[in-house]
T-cell receptor, first 115, second 112 residues
């Protein structure tokens, strides 16, 4: 199993540009999560999906952020327009419905720098 | 005040030492408690999972939960250089797999 795949691994962009982060969850996992990690705020849940449907987006910081999951094997997190304070590592995670641990499996993250 | 507080460290110990990592929390509704380990430039991975109060042991790792004090701990016995990582505590109220609240993480360095 390849695990959760995220792309790009690193992104450097200028303020005002649109940024799209991509995630491929583990095959068969019904839940997908987007997190943001910074030194100041730690690891924060932004939004999560169940069977491609957004369930809770209360962590999305503002309207500049949007997330979609058009099918079971792909999700995007878009920031438009980007700002320097959006600089962080963005993680995607997935988990199956079954299983006693309800463990979330994290991808390697996308390190975003907004200049 | 954050819902989950964790000393950021870094915590530096010699190889073979017993390590104690701790988190305090304010939400008494938390029922599920987890420890994740995160190596540098990697995603977190689940290390230990406990439900409600009590202890759980897995090899060199022991997780303790004291709900009356709103305090959880992770002990690492016979620490190894490969244990060097950031340790994140995480908690949830309901279904353990979804709305997780993470501590800020403690960076641990085990020196050979």
């Amino acid at each position: 199993d390849a695990g959760v795949i995220q792309s790009p691994r690193h992104e450097v962009t200028e303020m005002g540009q649109e940024v799209t982060l991509r995630c491929k969850p583990i095959s068969g996992h019904d839940y997908l999560f987007w997190y943001r990690q910074t030194m100041m705020r730690g690891l924060e849940l932004l939004i999560y999906f169940n069977n491609n449907v957004p369930i809770d987006d209360s962590g999305m910081p503002e309207d500049r952020f949007s997330a979609k999951m058009p099918n079971a094997s792909f999700s995007t997190l878009k920031i438009q327009p980007s700002e320097p304070r959006d600089s962080a590592v963005y993680f995607c995670a997935s988990r199956p419905t079954s299983g006693s641990l309800n463990e979330q499996f994290f991808g390697p993250g996308t390190r975003l720098t907004v200049l | 005040q954050k819902e989950v507080e964790q000393d950021p460290g870094p915590l530096s110990v010699p190889e073979g030492a017993i390590v104690s990592l701790n988190c305090t929390y304010s939400n008494s509704a938390f029922q599920y408690f987890m420890w994740y380990r995160q190596y540098s430039r990697k995603g977190p991975e689940l290390l230990m999972y406990t439900y409600s109060s009590g202890n759980k042991e897995d090899g060199r790792f022991t997780a303790q939960v004291d709900k009356s004090s709103k305090y959880i701990s992770l002990f690492i016995r016979d620490s190894q250089p490969s244990d060097s990582a950031t340790y994140l505590c995480a908690m949830s109220v309901g279904n353990a797999g979804n709305m997780l609240t993470f501590g800020g993480g403690t960076r641990l360095m085990v020196k050979p």
